[in-house]
C-alpha cells in the first residue's frame, strides 16, 4: 500500500511559478512509476507528466513540455512537478499517482490532490 498527500498548491498569476511536491509513505517507494495528473472544472482527467522509479525516463504531455520539470527523491519518499511560465489554462487540481508495474498507467494509487489557480 502507497499513501500520497499533494502539496505546493496555490495561486500565482500568469507567467509565475510552483512546484508541486507528493509525500509517499511506504518503504518502497523507490520502486514505484509515479505521475502527475490535473482537472479543470468541467473537464475530464488529464495525463501531465510521468517518472518511472529510477527517474530516468520522463514523459510529459504536449501543452507543458518545456515548462513542467518532474523529478523525485527515493530518499525522501518525494515526487516534484516544477511548473514554470505558468498559463491560465493550467489552472486545475493536481493529483499524483503511483504504480509498481506501469510506467504510464494504469495507477493503483492517487492522492487527494491540490488546487492550482493561474490568473491572468
Known amino acids: 500500500q502507497v499513501q500520497l498527500v499533494e502539496s505546493g498548491g496555490g495561486l500565482v498569476q500568469a507567467g509565475g511559478s510552483l512546484r508541486l511536491s507528493c509525500a509517499a509513505s511506504?518503504?518502497?517507494?523507490?520502486?514505484?512509476?509515479m505521475a502527475w495528473f490535473r482537472q479543470a472544472p468541467g473537464k475530464e482527467r488529464e495525463f501531465v507528466s510521468a517518472i518511472t522509479w529510477s527517474g530516468g525516463s520522463t514523459k510529459y504531455t504536449d501543452s507543458v513540455k518545456g515548462r513542467f520539470t518532474i523529478s523525485r527523491d527515493n530518499a525522501k519518499n518525494t515526487v516534484y512537478l516544477q511548473m514554470n511560465s505558468l498559463k491560465p489554462e493550467d489552472t486545475a487540481v493536481y493529483y499524483c499517482a503511483a504504480d509498481r508495474v506501469n510506467f504510464l498507467g494504469p495507477y493503483d494509487y492517487w492522492g487527494q490532490g491540490t488546487q492550482v489557480t493561474v490568473s491572468s
Open positions: 511506504g518503504r518502497t517507494f523507490s520502486r514505484y512509476a
